[in-house]
């Protein structure tokens, strides 16, 4: 089984910073690309930020030059730093990967639990 557990967070005021770790567990053959979802109530699920196994990121236009997405491959970990908030960042951010398991050589994807980030005075 795929275990995908974020943690990180929370309520901060306008202009602050949070920082969201995930981490992927069990029986997993190789990561492909892993990120960071979001959904604000009542509007649709959308992408944050992506990075492959490679590097290679991609971000939101609303995000850009504020959020910085993070892994270590070999802890099969994400990190997304989130600085200057907005309201408009409130959230339940979803971590995500594409991977195969050993069971299963096919890319799947995989979802966390999800967070909440909330971001009011």
């Known amino acids: 089984q795929v275990q995908l557990v974020e943690s990180g967070g929370g309520l901060v005021e306008p202009g602050g910073s949070l920082r969201l770790s995930c981490a992927a567990s069990g029986s997993i053959f190789s990561i492909n690309a892993m990120g960071w979802y979001r959904q604000a109530s009542g509007k649709q699920r959308e992408l944050v930020a992506t990075?492959?196994?490679?590097?290679?990121?991609d971000y939101a236009d609303s995000v850009k030059g504020r959020f910085t997405i993070s892994r270590d491959n070999a802890k099969k970990t994400v990190n997304l730093q989130m600085n200057s908030l907005k309201p408009e960042d409130t959230a339940v951010y979803y971590c995500?990967?594409?991977?195969?398991?050993?069971?299963?050589?096919?890319?799947?994807?995989?979802w966390g639990q999800g967070t909440q980030v909330t971001v009011s005075s």
């Open positions: 995500y990967a594409n991977l195969q398991t050993y069971r299963v050589r096919v890319l799947r994807d995989y």
């Open positions: 990075i492959t196994s490679g590097g290679s990121t």
